[in-house]
């Protein structure tokens, strides 16, 4: 794994890979992390450090004979937080145009909102910290879709 920690670095050095500064004002900058056979890297979410990310595996594996296998591999999207917030946003509107709402009553919304809904950003809310400006569109849309008929009704 030595071998593949100095490609790295020298990636790093040719800003291939751009890392990750720690700290305020620290001009300590880390790329990746080895343990034992465990391998995180880090690089930023353009398409060009990923393609010389996938180059420099390429490269390690022909020439240390080690497959590296891209199956038991996952990427994670760092700071990605106005595209995870578009996707929390499309899903939820998909959820709402499946349902016919002219049906339902104020306990039946509810319950879809409490059911439903409030699962989606769930698990995205326990891996990355949310914008609040999502969580505000979020309660938005929840909050429109309990009240949207209810005037004349309920």
Not at 41 to 65: H, K, M, P, W
Not at 145 to 153: D, K, P
């Amino acid at each position: 794994m030595e071998g593949l920690g100095r490609m790295l670095d020298k990636a790093k050095q040719l800003q291939w890979l751009k890392g990750f500064d720690v700290g305020r004002g620290s001009t300590i900058n880390i790329s990746h992390l080895l343990y034992a056979d465990d391998t995180l890297i880090f690089c930023g979410a353009d398409r060009s450090q990923v393609l010389y990310l996938n180059l420099t595996l390429l490269i390690f594996e022909a020439i240390s004979g080690l497959h590296i296998n891209m199956l038991k591999s996952i990427i994670y999207p760092v700071n990605e937080g106005q595209s995870s917030g578009q996707k929390l946003y499309e899903k939820f509107k998909k959820k709402l145009a499946s349902w016919q709402l002219q049906y339902l009553s104020m306990g039946g919304r509810l319950t879809l909102i409490s059911s439903v809904l409030d699962s989606i950003p769930t698990y995205q809310m326990s891996l990355f910290p949310m914008l609040s400006k999502v969580l505000k569109q979020l309660d938005k849309i929840r909050r429109n879709f309990l009240w949207e008929l209810s005037m004349g009704r309920d």
